[in-house]
C-alpha cells in the first residue's frame, strides 16, 4: 500500500511520482484519504502508471468526495478499481 501525502499547499504530485517511481510488478493500492484533490500533473501521472503496468491491478483507496468526483469526470473509475470512499 502507498499511502500518499500532499504537500503544504495539497498537491500530491511530487510525492505521487517518487512512490510510484518503484512500485509495480504487482497489485498496487495507492490510499488517497489525505488527499484534498489531484491536480491535473496528479491525474498525469496515475495515467501514465496505468499504461506502464496495464496487466497490474492498481487500486485507489478513500478518496474523498471530491476526488471520487474528478476520478468519475475523468473516467478513472473504467482504468482503477476504487474502493472504500471517505465520508
Not at 499547499?9 to 511530487?14: I, Q
Not at 491536480?39 to 471530491?66: C, G, K, M, Y
Amino acid at each position: 500500500m502507498i499511502p500518499l501525502l500532499p504537500d503544504r499547499d495539497g498537491d500530491c504530485t511530487a510525492n505521487l511520482r517518487l512512490a510510484l517511481k518503484n512500485a509495480g510488478g504487482e497489485d498496487v493500492a495507492i490510499d488517497l484519504e489525505r488527499v484534498p484533490y489531484l491536480s491535473s500533473q496528479a491525474l498525469t501521472e496515475l495515467a501514465r502508471f496505468r499504461r506502464q503496468h496495464r496487466d497490474d491491478r492498481i487500486v485507489l483507496q478513500r478518496p474523498n468526495a471530491l476526488v471520487l468526483r474528478t476520478l468519475h469526470i475523468v473516467g478513472f473509475n473504467k482504468l482503477f478499481s476504487i474502493e472504500n470512499t471517505a465520508a
